[in-house]
């Protein structure tokens, strides 16, 4: 499990003065590339060999309000993992209340930066992902 901390910026509000809902999904984003590269995977370095990791599927279950200059933590969990499919799972909550705010799951594919067709990780990227995440899994 990897916790990215961040302050919720004003311009993320919406005009009832809690966190626009589409945020969250920049969030989960964030906390995803983060988890990452704690585990020494760049999305940088598989781009230039060829790969991404298209988002397929995002589900949210929102429960509370962010709003304007709270802090929240992503906890972030990459719960199944091929060499064709990672699946994170996470919950944001605010810092100092510990309240949660919403539940997420993502599920990426990984596709041929050139041609979009599905394509698999390569073994060592498998392993380390295995490695950092070997808690996650339930």
């Given amino acids: 499990m990897y916790t990215y901390r961040r302050r919720v910026h004003y311009y993320e509000n919406d005009g009832m003065q809690v966190v626009h809902h589409a945020n969250y999904v920049h969030w989960l984003e964030e906390a995803r590339v983060e988890y990452l590269r704690e585990g020494g995977i760049l999305l940088n370095d598989l781009t230039a060999a060829g790969i991404v990791c298209p988002i397929l599927e995002v589900n949210i279950k929102y429960i509370s309000s962010a709003r304007n200059d709270d802090v929240v933590l992503v906890k ?18 605010r810092e100092g209340t510990n309240e949660l705010l919403c539940r997420a799951r993502t599920l990426g594919g990984v596709s041929h930066a050139d041609t979009g067709h599905l394509t698999r990780l390569p073994a060592e990227t498998i392993a380390r992902l295995a490695e950092i995440s070997e808690g996650d899994r339930k």
Avoid: D, S
């Fill in 76 to 93: 972030t969990w990459l719960r199944e993992l091929n060499r064709a499919k990672m699946v994170f799972e996470y919950e944001i909550y």
